[in-house]
Nanobody
Framework: EVQLVESGGGLVEPGGSLRLSCAAS????????MGWFRQAPGKEREFVAA????????NSADSVKGRFTIFRDNARKTVYLQMNSLKPEDTAVYYC????????????????????WGQGTQVTVSS
């Protein structure tokens, strides 16, 4: 069974940092690209970052460039999202996702290309 389990969310003050983790199982993690998305209340789910296999390249949304870093550990079957300089507008539920079979890296920002999602982890940035 394919599973994605996110962890690492929480409450943090503006300017703070968090590291999200997504543990994968049930598929060959090292030979697929992975993505992070987020969804704020009342908004559509949006792309945050993606990483190709086996260890890059990466792609990220303009809104997080220079602040968020995606990386992976294939031995641990885990993809991470390091989030620095957090802002209140980063508040959302964060999801990791595995692409659907046949999806290409060129469309890594498109949520419709992803077929498996984790349960999400809440990130709240507030003073």
């Amino acid at each position: 069974e394919v599973q994605l389990v996110e962890s690492g969310g929480g409450l943090v003050e503006p300017g703070g940092s968090l590291r999200l983790s997504c543990a994968a199982s049930g598929f060959t993690f090292s030979s697929t690209f992975m993505g992070w998305f987020r969804q704020a209340p009342g908004k559509e789910r949006e792309f945050v970052a993606a990483i190709n296999w086996p260890n890059g390249p990466t792609n990220s949304a303009d809104s997080v460039k220079g602040r968020f870093t995606i990386f992976r550990d294939n031995a641990r079957k885990t993809v991470y999202l390091q989030m620095n300089s957090l802002k209140p507008e980063d508040t959302a539920v964060y999801y990791c996702a595995r692409p659907a079979p046949g999806s290409s890296w060129g469309m890594n920002y498109d949520k419709a290309r992803y077929g498996t999602w984790g349960q999400g982890t809440q990130v709240t940035v507030s003073s």
